[in-house]
Structure formats: structure tokens, C-alpha cells
């Protein structure tokens, strides 16, 4: 038994010798220590020996096996402190700065224009309950808004979000008013793709909420946000709209700046692309946010991020926002 166990260490060594990579070192550790190993069986047939040969090998087998563990792990530090790594200064290379989506960097804009009036940013989950996306925004279960928003409903009982607005319960139930918040974010709906359309972009939603606010302040805010983003004055147009969580609805239209209002298909022929929609905050919501409509009242919008990129980039097609086309992307800076 003592030659055995002898003969097994001074093989492992002889084979360690000889080998100077990891991987030839690791097949030696399963085959000298490893569960199919001769000292593995020599372990095994301890429990059918006597209690005398228990005792006069038990521990010369356990010992010999922490030498051979002992043995491979000192030929891997060995192996590990020789690997010798090289840098080549001398080779040229070319170093490309990144850049930023079109999309995230007017976001950037335009919630640096929003905190330099005094918004917070807040951000909500993009997996959201029908509570905070329809129902608390006045728009029940039977509601006919619910059919012009095709839903991505969920195998857990919730849906993706549809629009930026759930932020609005989300924030006042946190906060309370008076209250100035902006929540940039994605938001999804079940589109047919086109040039105009996407089942997966970006708002922000916008909200005040305080005494004595009116459609005046509103109007203001959107025509700063655009005239900051576009560095020029633009024309817009403000109509009649409906929204359930919003009375009186607006619809503000900026002139497309693709085609100069000409018409093209980015604003189909119309010479015009909704950019804000918006109104004064319906009570129903004020009060599903815990906020007592007799005393405080507010505004809310939503501005499509990725077609405010579209207008301020000339971007035609929206589906290029989301090609991940790197050598699109890289176009745009922060100018």
C-alpha cells in the first residue's frame, strides 16, 4: 500500500514537470484527485478494511491526496505568475469618440430646459398596471380610448406601458402638490410601423400642479421648450383634442420641418406633425392622485421625444431610430 500511494505522488510529479498550461494541468488534477483517481478508490476502500488497516493507512491516504492538491495548485500559481502579456505601442490604431442617440440627447435638451423651471424629473416602471396606466387617468375599462391604444398585455396580469402619463398618479401620490414634474421615458403600443410610426418610442411627460393655473401657463412652457430645441422660433398651431385625463384637450402642431409644410410622408402630406398634446388636468385624476380638485387644479403634456428628434434632425423615417445602425448614429453630437 505504501509503494502504491508512493508511486502515485512521485507520477504526479514527474507529469508536472513536464507540462507548463493550465488546461494540461487541470486534466492531471482530475486524474490524481479527482473522483475517478486512484486515490479516490484507495479513499473508498478504507470503509472495507479493518479497524487495524484503517488506522495504518486511513491517514497516509488523506494526506497524500492534500500533498497532490498541494502539488497542482502550486503549478498553476507557477503557470499564472510566468503568463506574460505585451502591449504593442508601435501598432497604429484608431480611436473613434462614441455619440449619443439622437433621441437621448434631445431628451437631455429638453429636461434641462423643464429643471431650469423648476421641474424634477421622476421616472416610473415601464411594466405598469392597468390602475396607473388607464384607470387612474380616467380612462376605465369601457372607456373607447383603450381601443386607440393597442396594448401589450402581459402573461402576470400587467401590461407595457402605453404612455409616459402614469407617471402623472405616480408622482402625485408621492409628492402631493404642489407639484412640477418631467418623466422622460419608452413607451409602447401595437403600431403598424411606417415612417411615422413605431410600437416601441419616446415621451415625456410633463406636469404642474398648484392654485390658479391656467391654459396660458401651458402654452407658454410648450412654446419655450420648442423655441430652446430648435434654436428658432417655429410655427405651431394649437386645435381642439381629447384626452380622458386632460379638459379642455389640445393638440399642439409644429410645422414639419422635413418637408418645410410642404407634405411628405413623415407627416402624411399634412404639412403638419402633433408634437404636444396636452390639457388642463381632469379632476378625476387629481383626485385618484390624492389631491383635492377644489383646491388645487394643474396642466399636463406629453411631448414625443423621438419625433421631436425627427424634426430636429430631419429625419425622415422614424424605424431608423430604432435600427441600432451604428454608422447612422454617428452623425449626431450635442451641438
Not at 392597468?130 to 402573461?155: S, W
Request: hydrophobic share 35%; glycine share 6%.
Amino acid at each position: 500500500m505504501e509503494e502504491k500511494i508512493l508511486k502515485i505522488k512521485e507520477e504526479l510529479i514527474s507529469k508536472l514537470s513536464s507540462v507548463d498550461k493550465e488546461a494540461l494541468v487541470l486534466n492531471l488534477k482530475g486524474e490524481y484527485v479527482g473522483k475517478k483517481s486512484e486515490i479516490q478508490d484507495l479513499l473508498v476502500s478504507l470503509k472495507d478494511m479493518s479497524v487495524e488497516d484503517k488506522r495504518k493507512y486511513g491517514s497516509l491516504i488523506n494526506n497524500t491526496k492534500k500533498e497532490l492538491e498541494e502539488l497542482i495548485n502550486k503549478k498553476l500559481e507557477e503557470i499564472e505568475n510566468n503568463i506574460n502579456i505585451s502591449f504593442d505601442d508601435t501598432l497604429d490604431y484608431e480611436i473613434n469618440n462614441g455619440s449619443l442617440h439622437p433621441v437621448t440627447i434631445v431628451a437631455k435638451e429638453v429636461t434641462d430646459i423643464l429643471k431650469r423651471m423648476g421641474f424634477t424629473i421622476v421616472s416610473g416602471p415601464e411594466m405598469e398596471s392597468e390602475y396607473y396606466n388607464f384607470e387612474a387617468l380616467n380612462i376605465p375599462k369601457d372607456h373607447p380610448a383603450r381601443d386607440m391604444q393597442d396594448t401589450y398585455y402581459l402573461d402576470n396580469g400587467m401590461l407595457l406601458r402605453t404612455q409616459t402619463s402614469d407617471n402623472q398618479i405616480h408622482a402625485m401620490e408621492k409628492y402631493g402638490a404642489p407639484l412640477r414634474i418631467c418623466a422622460p421615458g419608452r413607451t409602447f403600443r401595437n403600431e403598424d410601423v411606417d415612417a411615422s410610426h413605431e410600437n416601441t418610442f419616446f415621451q415625456l411627460e410633463g406636469m404642474v400642479i398648484d392654485k390658479d393655473i391656467s391654459i396660458e401657463n401651458l402654452m407658454y412652457v410648450m412654446k419655450c421648450v420648442l423655441r430652446e430645441v430648435f434654436h428658432k422660433e417655429v410655427e405651431v398651431r394649437l386645435r381642439p383634442g381629447f384626452f380622458p385625463f386632460t379638459e379642455p384637450s389640445y393638440e399642439l402642431d409644429c410645422s414639419c420641418l422635413i418637408c418645410g409644410g410642404k407634405g411628405c410622408p413623415t407627416c402624411k402630406n399634412s404639412g403638419w406633425i402633433e408634437l404636444i398634446p396636452g390639457g388642463m388636468v381632469h379632476p378625476n385624476v387629481l383626485r385618484a392622485g390624492g389631491i383635492d380638485p377644489e383646491v388645487y387644479n394643474g396642466f399636463a403634456f406629453g411631448i414625443g421625444l423621438t419625433r421631436l428628434a425627427m424634426m430636429k434632425y430631419k429625419i425622415s423615417d422614424i424605424r431608423v431610430l430604432n435600427s441600432g445602425d451604428i454608422r447612422y448614429l454617428k452623425n449626431f453630437d450635442m451641438k
